[in-house]
């Protein structure tokens, strides 16, 4: 039975390791929007992408903003908060000379007025951190995903252990399969290969570092990957027959 089936990945903050994980990408086939802060405070100057990096990025994967310093922003003025949001979007176009249409909330952390100052800067489509979303969205500004590159767990995420003993069909043994990513990143995927959908995987290089899931990481990525009835597309791919018209 064939369905309509796509799958895009992003990628969060600007790190340097995004040079490491966009090269697996690419030996995969499998495309994806990394979201840039510039001047990311969270992580320190070295370890942030430079200019040519950004640039050589852009050549083959689409960089969507993630504001200038990554604060979350429903904790700053709205004046700072806009210049944040305008700022980054404004610096990453001039720097690849290609428009930047998409945008992820620092932290996931967002409100109406926030919402409201992104549209304002020219943004069509905007991510944030919520999980467990199988197609489209309805509200292209709080786009959710399917899953993220980390383990999942009991204690720090009860409402998502909730929904994966769901999703698991209340098999105990299933669930606690599916407290580990990889396994549940198969699972989705053949839930969305079989029923049709967005399949939306996504991360930080440094966490994928820091947890030591590079092969874990490689073995979703070929699991999901040169699919007949697949499409691979960045963000703005997916979400273009809103954001393009």
């Given amino acids: 039975m064939n369905k309509h089936v796509i799958v895009t990945t992003s990628w969060d903050d600007g790190h340097k390791l995004d040079l490491k994980l966009a090269k697996i990408l690419q030996k995969y086939g499998i495309r994806g929007t990394f979201y840039i802060s510039?001047?990311?405070?969270?992580?320190?100057?070295?370890?942030?992408?430079?200019?040519?990096?950004?640039?050589r990025l852009s050549r083959d994967f689409e960089i969507?903003?993630?504001?200038?310093t990554h604060p979350r922003l429903t904790e700053i003025s709205d004046k700072e908060a806009s210049r944040e949001i305008a700022d980054s979007k404004n610096y990453l176009e001039n720097l690849i000379n290609k428009k930047v249409l998409c945008f992820c909330y620092p932290g996931g952390k967002y409100n109406k007025r926030i919402i409201r100052l992104v549209e304002e800067a020219g943004f069509c489509y905007s991510r944030t951190m919520q999980k467990f979303k199988f197609?489209?969205?309805?509200?292209?500004?709080?786009?959710?995903t399917t899953l993220e590159t980390h383990r999942n767990s009991l204690i720090t995420l009860p409402l998502d252990s909730l929904k994966i003993i769901k999703f698991s069909r209340y098999d105990l043994i299933e669930f606690f399969k599916n407290l580990h990513w990889e396994h549940f990143a198969k699972k989705t995927f053949d839930y969305i290969e079989k029923h049709g959908g967005v399949y939306h995987l996504w991360g930080h290089s440094w966490v994928i570092e820091k947890g030591n899931y590079w092969e874990k990481f490689e073995q979703v990525l070929r699991y999901i990957s040169n699919k007949i009835n697949v499409k691979y597309y960045t963000n703005i791919d997916t979400f273009n027959s809103k954001c393009l018209k």
């Fill in 38 to 55: 510039p001047k990311n405070r969270e992580i320190s100057q070295e370890n942030l992408l430079s200019n040519e990096d950004i640039v």
């Fill in 64 to 68: 969507g903003a993630h504001t200038m």
């Fill in 135 to 144: 197609d489209l969205a309805g509200d292209f500004l709080t786009s959710g």
